[in-house]
């Protein structure tokens, strides 16, 4: 029964649109005839409707190039209509079928594109003393390398104690799992064996045959999530933070799933962090505290573990539950019924699992970026300490993108430090004539006039002045990800360089250029292929330069003489200086749907499958899910009764939701 109480309606709403979408209903005008046809699979009657003329393309928005391809298929002539519609030129109602298929050619080249989110470090150190350059870069290097291996060992934590829960009885909530690993049974026994390697449903049900899409599972973040959502029990998540942080909580989890056959989840104690009052507005600051206060942990998860215990709980797990179901259906029916498959199911599908995903993924970014951030800042802070570190520039840039789109980012600082150099004793002879005009009338009344002329030529001396220096640096980059969305390929082309002529400006006005050792460009031009979340350093350099020095003359008078030169001399060592160089890239993909899944094998369905029953059941599965993963949200009590007897051949009447 529906409860009236006005919390409970908007509680309901969403849940009784996503009943409203599982089952599209399409309604037929009386003065509309409607032709039916057989499946490729020679077994179901589909109904054919009426097809528009044109598809818009969303994220393949090259309409001209589409359009080339497809004209003249079928005997129809494809047009662009600007860079994001097609549109088929036919008038003919015998191609509509024609039509539809070449939708479904558009369908599967019109789908999302992972996101990438790109940083680029540059590092560059100049120093006469190469002891202590060399401390400086290996900081450098040390950052990087920590980075990589707290992220890792992050992982590998989560990875292992997922590995050990999942296979303890009761761990997966069977109802939804079943249905996405188990394979139909077959109707014979003359199925290859490679086709009985996984567990079959019972007689009668259809199930999807994604055995993969839980085992083996894989240290990868996408797959984890994966098996979170089809767990029991939603404390699992928390369990789950708590070994990627490496809090004691997880080892002391880890130790219960080894002594008992049952799963059970060892409470978050004091050991634990306690994310209850947390925010997810503040997260970022929380990651930063827990970083600061322990310089040798992390990374903290506060983001993610707020997003992943609010997509755990009931309501939101319902949801996730049946857009992965779905989009995997939808995926498979594309891939095993390329003429069957329905466009609109399809893209929509896809669009609701990577809307269910993507909190869970970018809330994840944000708390590996805050620990990239926090490294960094070990090294800025030390800058203010460098002995012998005659120039250091640091410079990070971050550009957020779509794989395959040209991305370009330049960025131009101009910069002023106050410079008071060492006065000099032909500075001082100078003022000293100069000071017996401008000598101040209060220093001659308490001293003797050549003292006051003295401290006044010495106070002249060594003036203060400003070096100005304009750095740039500026990134262009395209990034293709990969298959799966692990990887990125990045072509760079990356400046850091002297942004006009560093000068130094003197106390009168006067400039001179400023002389100070460093690199002065720096340009990179490669592509490289890169792990997501991980740190490469994609070029390093590392000079020295030397440079000779005259030798001072030891005998009267001190110069060289024309021919003669100085029969003793005192010799200088060659004046060094050392450069080191860094260029560091990390690319975080955050994959759709599509990356996501569509790598996963599935086993076909039987021979002869009806497609329609096949739909049929698909839809009153999902609202089934929904029910059993949040009974308080079901959408009758007496559906949900029905579904753990759901059957294939059941009639459209018996169904969770309203038939078509």
């Known amino acids: 029964m529906f409860r009236t109480d006005r919390r409970s309606a908007r509680l309901r709403l969403p849940f009784l649109l996503l009943a409203l979408s599982i089952v599209p209903i399409r309604a037929q005008e009386p003065n509309k005839q409607v032709e039916s046809k057989k499946t490729s699979t020679g077994g179901a009657i589909m109904p054919v409707h009426e097809t528009d003329n044109f598809i818009r393309l969303f994220y393949n928005r090259d309409a001209a190039t589409i359009a080339k391809v497809l004209d003249g298929a079928y005997g129809?002539?494809?047009?662009?209509?600007?860079?994001?519609?097609?549109?088929?030129?036919?008038?003919?109602?015998?191609?509509?079928?024609?039509?539809?298929?070449?939708?479904?050619?558009?369908?599967?080249?019109?789908?999302?594109?992972?996101?990438l989110t790109l940083n680029v470090w540059s590092v560059q150190l100049s120093s006469k003393n190469l002891q202590e350059l060399n401390r400086e870069a290996s900081q450098v290097e040390t950052v990087v390398s920590r980075y990589n291996q707290r992220l890792h060992d992050s992982l590998e934590r989560a990875w292992k104690y997922l590995t050990d829960a999942r296979n303890v009885p009761g761990f997966y909530d069977t109802y939804f799992s079943d249905y996405i690993g188990r394979r139909m049974e077959p109707e014979t026994t003359t199925y290859r064996p490679s086709e009985l390697d996984l567990p079959a449903c019972n007689k009668d049900r259809y199930c999807l045959g994604f055995g993969e899409a839980f085992r083996p599972l894989r240290p990868a973040l996408t797959h984890m999530l994966g098996v979170l959502a089809a767990a029991a029990e939603p404390s699992v998540a928390d369990q789950f933070v708590n070994c990627l942080e490496g809090v004691s909580a997880c080892q002391s989890s880890e130790r219960t799933l080894e002594r008992r056959s049952t799963l059970a989840v060892t409470p978050a104690k004091h050991a634990s962090r306690d994310r209850r009052s947390d925010s997810s507005n503040d997260c970022e600051s929380r990651d930063h505290d827990a970083l600061v206060s322990d310089s040798d942990s992390g990374p903290s998860f506060t983001c993610f573990g707020l997003q992943l215990r609010e997509s755990l709980e009931p309501r939101r797990k319902a949801l996730l539950r049946v857009a992965l179901a779905d989009f995997l259906f939808q995926y498979k029916f594309a891939t095993e019924h390329p003429h069957d498959f329905d466009v609109y199911d399809y893209s929509t599908s896809a669009q609701s699992l990577d809307s269910q995903f993507d909190p869970l993924l970018v809330a994840f970014n944000r708390d590996v970026a805050v620990f990239m951030k926090h490294l960094?800042?070990?090294?800025?802070?030390?800058?203010?300490?460098?002995?012998?570190?005659?120039?250091?520039?640091?410079?990070t840039v971050t550009v957020r993108t779509i794989s395959g789109t040209d991305s370009e980012s330049d960025t131009t600082t101009q910069n002023a430090f106050n410079t008071t150099p060492p006065p000099l004793l032909q500075d001082f002879v100078k003022n000293l004539g100069d000071a017996e005009k401008n000598t101040p009338t209060l220093a001659t009344a308490n001293l003797s006039t050549h003292a006051a002329e003295a401290l006044t030529a010495f106070l002249n001396s060594g003036k203060?002045?400003?070096?100005?220096?304009?750095?740039?640096?500026?990134?262009?980059?395209?990034?293709?990800?990969?298959?799966?969305?692990?990887?990125?390929?990045?072509?760079?082309?990356?400046?850091?360089?002297?942004d006009g002529t560093a000068q130094s400006i003197a106390s009168d006005g006067s400039t001179t250029a400023d002389t100070t050792d460093r690199v002065s460009l720096q340009t990179i031009d490669t592509s490289v292929r890169v792990d997501s979340l991980r740190l490469f350093d994609v070029s390093s350099f590392s000079a020295a330069l030397s440079h000779g020095r005259k030798p001072i003359p030891l005998l009267p008078p001190f110069v060289d003489l024309p021919y003669i030169g100085s029969f003793v001399h005192l010799k200088l060592r060659p004046s060094t200086v050392y450069h080191r160089t860094f260029a560091i890239v990390s690319a975080v993909v955050l994959p759709t749907a599509a990356d996501m899944l569509s790598g996963l094998r599935f086993k076909r369905d039987t021979s002869g499958t009806d497609l329609q029953l096949v739909r049929r059941f698909h839809e009153r599965k999902l609202a089934c899910i929904v029910s059993l993963t949040n009974p308080r949200e079901a959408i009758s009590s007496s559906a949900a009764a029905d579904c753990p007897s759901l059957k294939l051949d059941a009639p459209v009447g018996n169904s969770a939701v309203a038939g078509r």
């Open 376 to 395: 960094q800042e070990e090294i800025v802070p030390t800058q203010g300490k460098l002995n012998g570190i005659e120039f250091a520039s640091t410079g």
């Open 464 to 498: 203060s002045g400003t070096v100005s220096i304009g750095r740039a640096l500026n990134l262009k980059m395209s990034p293709v990800s990969l298959p799966g969305a692990s990887a990125a390929e990045l072509k760079i082309h990356l400046e850091s360089k002297d």
């Open 76 to 115: 129809l002539s494809v047009q662009a209509v600007g860079s994001d519609t097609l549109v088929f030129r036919s008038t003919d109602p015998k191609q509509e079928e024609s039509i539809r298929e070449l939708k479904r050619w558009v369908a599967l080249l019109d789908v999302p594109r992972p996101e």
